[in-house]
């Protein structure tokens, strides 16, 4: 086994779904280190495929990858993300011999203050042509996150309820957008738009936030049709309640929500910027993103409308076809192992 993997998550969140994806779907044997007693080592507990070891300490964690580094044999270790980047470059100091590969999910593990100088042998991998952009001053490859899809059938029309339900999955926070998701509400609300339309939030809620704990109290009351759900493990469950998905952080790094939404036949509209606006350009779904200007509120609100109007099967179709060709499991899988030294 010359390769180990660390998840610095015991989450299950976006990056801790596709690492589990990955090992789901490889046909080689790793030894996968992750927190101890979390939700993420279970889980993988139970794929019964891979050597599982649990960590209390990053650095008791690190000390004994040193170790084996010193040791010999060991010649790549994989980072799931990129928040341990000062333990990254010491073990590449250690193992000159050695590759040691960041995988960069977020905004701030690009800025140079945080990665400084690199060792030749740390190998940066980014999510997305935003994330690469900013990491421009660093040698590094993009490979976008693995989706499948299960079924290429394309309902007709919208399975009509009582009322039409928009998701919105992802913590509620000032980093998914929340400011945007206040100024959509105090906008529509105004007018006959609530009386058809139900907005659902999946994800905990930042309390520690002052403009999220703000938006929560506000929009938690009996007399606005927002609900606030929390955290949802099972994704199936989740976004079969849903009739559309809607993602207002103009500088999403990804926004894997957009794939999951287009991958099960639901429309998924966003701005027309970061990650997010990527998904649905190179799906050739522009006309789901809107730009963000003045009147984009309005800009929103009729494509929702046009949508619970009439289901857009033919961009449906078009989506779960470009998911097949640009963002399969078996790519993932083979494009991120070409960075392991075997």
């Known amino acids: 086994m010359n390769t180990i993997i660390v998840s610095p998550s015991g989450n299950f969140y976006g990056s801790e779904q596709v690492l589990y994806n990955f090992l789901n779907k490889?046909?080689?044997?790793?030894?996968?280190?992750?927190p101890?007693?979390?939700?993420?080592?279970?889980?993988l507990k139970e794929l019964q495929k891979h050597r599982i070891s649990g960590f209390k300490s990053l650095p008791w964690l690190y000390f004994k990858l040193c170790?084996?580094?010193?040791?010999?044999?060991?010649?790549?270790?994989?980072?799931?993300?990129?928040?341990?980047?000062?333990?990254?470059?010491?073990l590449a100091k250690i193992a000159p011999k050695s590759s040691i590969i960041l995988h960069i999910r977020l905004l701030e593990d690009c800025e140079s203050k945080r990665l400084g100088v690199l060792p030749s042998n740390v190998?940066?991998?980014?999510?997305?042509?935003?994330?690469?952009?900013?990491?421009?001053?660093?040698?590094?490859?993009v490979i976008y996150d693995p989706i499948d899809v299960n079924?290429?059938?394309?309902?007709?029309?919208?399975?009509?309820?009582?009322?039409?339900?928009?998701?919105?999955?992802?913590?509620?926070?000032?980093?998914?957008?929340?400011?945007?998701y206040e100024a959509f509400f105090n906008h529509i609300f105004l007018g006959s738009f609530k009386s058809t339309i139900e907005f659902h939030f999946f994800g905990d809620v930042i309390f520690s936030e002052?403009?999220?704990t703000k938006f929560y109290e506000t929009f938690s009351n009996k007399h606005y049709p927002v609900f606030f759900r929390g955290f949802v493990q099972?994704?199936?469950?989740?976004?079969?309640?849903l009739d559309l998905v809607l993602h207002l952080n103009p500088n999403e790094p990804l926004g894997?929500?957009?794939?999951?939404?287009?991958?099960?036949?639901?429309?998924?509209?966003?701005?027309?910027?970061g990650g997010t606006g990527e998904i649905n350009k190179r799906l050739g779904l522009e006309s789901f993103s809107i730009d963000v200007m003045e009147g984009w509120e309005d800009l929103l609100k009729n494509r929702i409308e046009k949508i619970m109007k009439e289901l857009p099967s033919e961009d449906i179709s078009r989506a779960k076809k470009g998911i097949i060709r640009n963002y399969g499991s078996s790519r993932y899988v083979s494009e991120l192992e070409n960075h392991f030294k075997y």
């Not at 170790?67 to 010491?90: C, D, F, Q, R, T």
């Not at 009322?163 to 957008?177: A, L, N, P, Y």
Request: glycine share 10%; charged share 25%.
């Open 26 to 34: 490889t046909s080689n044997k790793y030894r996968v280190y992750v």
């Open 36 to 43: 101890k007693s979390s939700v993420f080592y279970y889980k």
């Open 151 to 180: 079924d290429l059938t394309v309902s007709e029309k919208i399975n009509r309820k009582k009322q039409f339900t928009v998701g919105i999955v992802g913590r509620v926070s000032e980093t998914k957008g929340v400011a945007y």
């Open 210 to 212: 002052e403009v999220s």
């Open 123 to 141: 190998k940066l991998i980014g999510i997305s042509d935003f994330i690469s952009h900013k990491l421009t001053d660093y040698p590094h490859s």
């Open 234 to 241: 099972n994704q199936d469950e989740l976004f079969g309640q």
């Open 67 to 90: 170790l084996k580094v010193l040791a010999g044999g060991l010649k790549s270790i994989y980072i799931n993300e990129g928040g341990h980047i000062k333990y990254a470059k010491l």
């Open 256 to 273: 894997r929500v957009g794939l999951e939404s287009w991958s099960r036949g639901i429309p998924f509209v966003c701005f027309n910027s």
